[in-house]
């Protein structure tokens, strides 16, 4: 099973960046995690990089995130 970071409605996680938030509104280059455990990591690890933001980011199976684009 894979898994993407929702930022926002239409907003995805893209790849890592120690200076920001990396996202974007195109959900094909989404970054898509291999396992839930790697997309867990990856919302924490950004979490605690972007601790002066009220995030709430969500980890979602990559087909239910399709569907929610389609």
């Given at each position: 099973?894979?898994?993407?970071?929702?930022?926002?409605?239409?907003?995805?996680?893209?790849?890592?960046?120690d200076?920001?938030?990396?996202?974007?509104?195109?959900?094909?280059?989404?970054?898509?995690?291999?396992?839930?455990?790697?997309?867990?990591?990856?919302?924490?690890?950004?979490?605690?990089?972007?601790?002066?933001?009220?995030?709430?980011?969500?980890?979602?199976?990559?087909?239910?995130?399709?569907r929610?684009?389609?």
């Amino acid at each position: 099973m894979s898994y993407v970071i929702k930022i926002q409605k239409g907003c995805w996680v893209t790849g890592c960046s120690d200076s920001h938030l990396p996202r974007t509104v195109v959900f094909e280059n989404a970054k898509i995690f291999k396992s839930l455990d790697s997309a867990n990591k990856t919302k924490e690890k950004l979490i605690l990089k972007n601790n002066h933001r009220k995030l709430n980011l969500q980890v979602l199976e990559y087909e239910v995130a399709k569907r929610e684009v389609e």
